[in-house]
């Protein structure tokens, strides 16, 4: 076999590959010996006839098929391995010449991701920060156990801060038209839990059972919902019921309702360990984050579109699941954000594809070079772990899938490289 090759562009390449009769005899018995067994040849049994009598038997046009499937594939799959090329989909061939079984000449298109040049990876750190926790994050964590534990009275009385407030709203534009998803009803508001914008809640002290109110507040302008920002909004709201909100007292007897716990101190150690743990979890989450993104940064590393694009696309999938949960449409998430699916794709979705693509690439890349792999006994683990967890017929089905399998062990491999860069 002979070939050339060229990149018309980083992220592709180029083959002019040939062989001759020596080369090309090869793969011509071994398409004959796997078409042999569905041929039959008076006086010989299925599969053992001479090969040059199995070949008079086949349709000419049908074996030309066969063997070009089989030399083309192998031929071209010699050149790209050759040339250590990271092709991302099957080449584009054209037939330059073909003489049956004797000579052969085709040109190979194929998108790839182009060399990759990693930095000393090796001597970038990032300095990791401690995990600390304050007391005012136990006494927060303690308040809303409170909070969870309080009675609600109904009260006819006039609304003060601090009580739960069961409210019908609306709010309109200065036309006067209804704002979309900017309503609720039978809705359970605390007063002072500043869960509305500012200014709502303030509204409504001083209003008793049955009272209707109207009032016109800003956005801010630093609002989640980038259509609402700065928007002057008026609300009608409805008082259905008002609720005084009685916490039980921060003491031993709170401490033990809680767990088995006989005071205060060992209830706040208790959480204070719960919540370090999960700091501690998120710091190490940050900081392999971080080095990566570093790591990342100093590679040099083209990306074919193809692949950008195909992560968008997962990235939309998630996206639309994300607002599904939250009780938004994918279609209203880009209102939210004023922008139009292109511009939401390219300003935000597309940068962090690419991000995701070199991330990947650059920790496969590292652990083939520092030889990290993934034993069976790993793979084994990790699947009786999710196996136990997932009690669901279906959901043990599926982590018996191959692919799925294959997936497992990736995610893995990538633990195992990420924990060696941030040793």
């Known amino acids: 076999?002979?070939?050339?090759?060229?990149?018309?562009?980083?992220?592709?390449?180029?083959?002019?590959?040939?062989?001759?009769?020596?080369?090309?005899?090869?793969?011509?018995?071994?398409?004959?010996?796997?078409?042999?067994?569905?041929?039959?040849?008076?006086?010989?049994?299925?599969?053992?006839?001479?090969?040059?009598?199995?070949?008079?038997?086949?349709?000419?046009?049908?074996?030309?098929?066969?063997?070009?499937?089989?030399?083309?594939?192998?031929?071209?799959?010699?050149?790209?391995?050759?040339?250590?090329?990271?092709?991302?989909?099957?080449?584009?061939?054209?037939?330059?010449?073909?003489?049956?079984?004797t000579t052969l000449e085709f040109e190979a298109t194929v998108p790839i991701v182009s060399k990759i040049v990693l930095p000393d990876y090796k001597i970038i750190k990032v300095a990791k920060k401690p995990a600390k926790i304050e007391a005012k994050e136990v006494n927060d964590v303690i308040e809303n156990l409170r909070t969870r534990a309080a009675v609600k009275n109904d009260v006819d009385r006039a609304a003060v801060d601090t009580d739960q407030l069961w409210i019908d709203f609306e709010g309109f534009d200065q036309k006067g038209d209804a704002i979309e998803r900017a309503d609720g009803k039978d809705y359970p508001l605390v007063i002072g839990s500043n869960t509305f914008i500012p200014g709502f809640e303030p509204e409504l002290i001083g209003k008793k059972p049955g009272d209707k109110t109207e009032f016109t507040l800003t956005f801010p302008k630093d609002y989640g919902v980038s259509s609402m920002k700065g928007k002057k909004v008026t609300f009608k709201v409805t008082v259905n019921k008002v609720q005084e909100v009685v916490r039980p007292k921060i003491d031993d007897a709170f401490a033990g309702t809680l767990g088995p716990f006989t005071s205060m101190d060992q209830l706040k150690l208790d959480i204070e360990k719960q919540l370090l743990a999960d700091k501690e979890d998120a710091v190490r989450r940050d900081h392999e984050a971080a080095v990566l993104k570093a790591i990342v940064a100093k590679t040099k590393v083209s990306v074919p579109k193809e692949l950008i694009d195909e992560q968008v696309e997962m990235l939309i999938g998630e996206v639309r699941q994300n607002a599904i949960q939250r009780g938004q449409t994918y279609e209203e998430l880009l209102v939210a954000e004023g922008k139009t699916e292109e511009e939401y794709i390219k300003e935000t979705l597309a940068p962090e594809a690419t991000d995701r693509v070199k991330a990947g690439l650059v920790l496969s890349e590292i652990a083939e070079l520092e030889k990290i792999t993934v034993e069976t006994e790993e793979l084994d683990l990790r699947l009786n772990a999710l196996k136990a967890q997932y009690k669901d017929e279906k959901m043990q089905a599926e982590l018996d899938r191959p692919e799925n399998q294959r997936d497992i062990a990736n995610r893995i491999l990538t633990e195992k490289t990420i924990k060696f860069l941030t040793k």
């Open 1 to 101: 076999m002979k070939f050339k090759i060229s990149y018309p562009t980083t992220t592709s390449a180029h083959l002019e590959i040939s062989a001759d009769q020596a080369e090309l005899d090869k793969y011509k018995t071994k398409v004959l010996k796997k078409l042999a067994s569905n041929v039959k040849v008076a006086g010989f049994r299925a599969g053992h006839a001479p090969i040059e009598l199995i070949e008079k038997s086949l349709d000419q046009s049908a074996l030309q098929n066969e063997f070009l499937d089989e030399a083309l594939t192998a031929l071209y799959t010699a050149a790209a391995r050759s040339e250590k090329l990271r092709p991302i989909k099957t080449p584009d061939v054209t037939m330059k010449k073909f003489v049956p079984f």
